[in-house]
Structure formats: structure tokens, C-alpha cells
Antibody, heavy 125, light 107 residues
Framework: EVQLVESGGGLVQPGGSLRLSCAAS????????MSWVRQAPGKGLEWVSA????????YYADSVKGRFTISRDNSKNTLYLQMNSLRAEDTAVYYC??????????????????WGQGTLVTVSS | DIQMTQSPSTLSASVGDRVTITCRAS??????LAWYQQKPGKAPKLLIY???SLESGVPSRFSGSGSGTEFTLTISSLQPDDFATYYC?????????FGQGTKVEIK
């Protein structure tokens, strides 16, 4: 059974830092790209960042580029999100998600098949 | 950036109703669209991928269609467990964008 368990959320002051973790089990972690998606209170879903299975390629939404860093430790089956220079608008539940890839004629298609339960990050003074 | 627009934002329906939610992309995304269901306080759940492929374990009353810029999610006969918020999601060149969501409420 696939399980994704996030941790590391909490209350942080504006300008502060926080590192989220996502412990994965039930699948070959290194074979799959992973992603972080967030949801501000009462709002919709926003993709934040993604990383390839090897960790060699990373991708970011414009809203977090230069402030957040995604990484993974395949020996520990764990995904991370280092969040620096946090702002009030970063307040959200952060979900990690496993990405499935489908090959097509000119590339790959990715979607998210399993999600963790989320961890709440609150940025406030 | 590709924008995704869902309609309606809220939908009131009764058990047994046929329900259709529309998602429009600001440019063509071929069939690279997924649909998710989210209940309050829970993580999103994948329903449909590649516009019309039903995820394993998802009831067959859910179906997806469309390509290019216009897509639909249909629930053929609404069940009590289906009252939730539904999101479409596009994929393009290692970026993903969600629609704003459609809340399906009890009429």
C-alpha cells in the first residue's frame, strides 16, 4: 500500500525558514517523480514544485522560485521542501504527491496518483 | 502560463442527478488533463487522468471527455459520497495548473 506522510509544518514568522519532509513507502521511491502541492485556507490547489526520480531535475512555480528548494534522499525514501524567506501568502496545507508518467510520441505526461494527508504551515508574526 | 477555468464554481444537485463540470484551458493541452475529488480536511483523490482514463478503483459513474481546450467531468448518477469539491489539472512542460474548483452541494 502506498503511503505518503508529511511532517515539519508549524508556525513561523515572516522571513523565517522551515523544512518539510514526506516519508514514502509501498512503492519504489527512486523510480517516481514527486511533487509538492499546497492549499491556502479555504482556497484551491496550487502546484509548488516537482523533482525527478533521480533528483537531478527540479521544477518550481514562479511564486516560490528562488525561495523554496525541493530535494530527495532515495536511500531514506524521503522527499523534502526547504522553504526560506517565508511570507504570509505561503500559509497553506502542503501536500506531497507521487507522480505517474506516461510516455507519448513527443515526450511524457505526468499526473499525481497518491497524495499525503498534508502538513499545515502558518506564516505569521 | 496556461490558465484553467472551471464552471460552475458551485453546483447544487440531488442524489441520482446527472452532473457535468466543465474545465477550459487558455491554450491547447491535448489530452493532458486530470480530475481530482477533494472532501473537507482530506487530500485530493485522483479520479480521471489523460482526460478520459478512469483511475483504478474509481466508480464507473465518473467519466471524463474532451481534448484541446475544453473538457468535462460527468457523474452519471450522483451518490451521497460524491458531494465534494472537484478540481481539473493540466500538465505542460513540467508545470501543473489546477482549476479553481467546483463544489458539488446537496440541493
Amino acid at each position: 500500500e502506498v503511503q505518503l506522510v508529511e511532517s515539519g509544518g508549524g508556525l513561523v514568522q515572516p522571513g523565517g525558514s522551515l523544512r518539510l519532509s514526506c516519508a514514502a513507502s509501498g512503492f519504489t521511491f527512486s523510480s517516481y517523480a514527486m511533487s509538492w502541492v499546497r492549499q491556502a485556507p479555504g482556497k484551491g490547489l496550487e502546484w509548488v514544485s516537482a523533482i525527478s526520480g533521480s533528483g537531478g531535475s527540479t521544477y518550481y512555480a514562479d511564486s516560490v522560485k528562488g525561495r523554496f528548494t525541493i530535494s530527495r534522499d532515495n536511500s531514506k525514501n524521503t522527499l523534502y521542501l526547504q522553504m526560506n524567506s517565508l511570507r504570509a501568502e505561503d500559509t497553506a496545507v502542503y501536500y506531497c504527491a507521487k507522480a505517474v508518467s506516461l510516455r507519448y510520441s513527443s515526450g511524457w505526461y505526468y499526473y499525481f496518483d497518491y497524495w499525503g494527508q498534508g502538513t499545515l504551515v502558518t506564516v505569521s508574526s | 502560463d496556461i490558465q484553467m477555468t472551471q464552471s460552475p464554481s458551485t453546483l447544487s444537485a440531488s442524489v441520482g442527478d446527472r452532473v457535468t463540470i466543465t474545465c477550459r484551458a487558455s491554450q491547447s493541452i491535448s489530452s493532458w488533463l486530470a480530475w481530482y475529488q477533494q472532501k473537507p480536511g482530506k487530500a485530493p483523490k485522483l479520479l480521471i487522468y489523460k482526460a478520459s482514463s478512469l483511475e483504478s478503483g474509481v466508480p464507473s459513474r465518473f467519466s471524463g471527455s474532451g481534448s484541446g481546450t475544453e473538457f468535462t467531468l460527468t457523474i452519471s448518477s450522483l451518490q451521497p459520497d460524491d458531494f465534494a469539491t472537484y478540481y481539473c489539472q493540466q500538465y505542460n512542460s513540467y508545470t501543473w495548473t489546477f482549476g479553481q474548483g467546483t463544489k458539488v452541494e446537496i440541493k
